[in-house]
């Protein structure tokens, strides 16, 4: 295999578990954590590089000392800050975590800059806003991960409530990262059926409310974030990126007039590949969706004013 690099800002629960699984699906050649509790990082990474001896293919796992040890990564993936608690929505992790994301971010674009950065740190959208912002990157190599998480989450639910098998369900969740978040029956299908043909509306309703608050829900059980969930949905981007898959996966990425949104992240239906974003998918979209689109552009417009 090519060298394929994955680099790792935070290496807490989320970020280990990405680096494990990373390494389990061996996806990439090498991978880097870094931590700001350093010990973390190697402790971690020591521990994740021997479970790899059961591997069939080795992947080197190195940790970083400082943020310049961390060098020409193919992807960065940053989950960098803290994570929510119980009570906490995830706008109220807005100005620790913009701090954090700000200084990590002037390092990536230094010292890896032919990267891919995907965001995980939350508020999704408005982080991954200011990370476009901070870089002057290109916008197709700033791809915020919350639609593939989200999309996850309603394909749970609609399994518990079909009792079919997930592997066949593909969801299409849209909009914020948070409690406006969109997740949309008529484009979410089993075997390729939509769940509006199979389901009645009671019971898509239920779908809908456990998905925007399947966050929460894990939450309120284990008092942080999640990390399985988010450490899998995160491998599926990276593995479509460097093996160039062109697979439709919805991110939270800047628009630019696409949907009639500008200066601006917002979770849509993107294909990804090796230059990131290949494109960003325009849907035709009913009209009640659109206005519960504008309500989160509003909503992610409003925490971005604050920032600045
Ligand atoms: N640079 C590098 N690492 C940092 C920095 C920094 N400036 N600041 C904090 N960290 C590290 C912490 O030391 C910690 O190990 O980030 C890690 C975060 O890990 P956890 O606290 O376990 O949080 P986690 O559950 O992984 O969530 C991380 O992802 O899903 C989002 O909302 C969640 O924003 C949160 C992020």
Known sequence: ML???????????VGATTAYSLAMLEICTEIILYDIVTDVA????????QSTSFSSKATIINYALTPADMINCDIVIVTAGVPRKANMTRNDLLDINSKIIKDVTK????????????????PLDVMTYLMYKESGLERNRIIGMAGALDSARMSYYIAKKTAMDSSQIKSMVLGEHGEKM???????????????QLIGKSDIDNIIEDTKS?????????????????????????????????VIIPSSVVLDGEYGYRDTTLGVPVVLGRNGVEKIIELPLEESIKTQLDDCVISIKDSIAILS
């Open 3 to 13: 060298k394929r690099k994955v680099g790792i800002i935070g290496a807490g629960l």
């Open 42 to 49: 190697i402790g971690k990474a020591i521990d994740i590089e």
């Open 107 to 122: 390092n990536i674009v230094k010292y890896s800059p032919k990267a891919i950065i995907i965001c995980v740190s939350n």
């Open 182 to 196: 969109l997740p949309c029956p008529t484009i979410s299908a089993i075997s390729g059926v939509p769940i509006n």
């Open 214 to 246: 399947g966050g929460a829900t894990i939450v309120k059980h284990l008092k942080t974030s999640a990390y399985y969930a988010p450490a899998r949905a995160i491998t599926e981007m990276v593995s479509a990126i460097l093996n160039d898959s062109k």
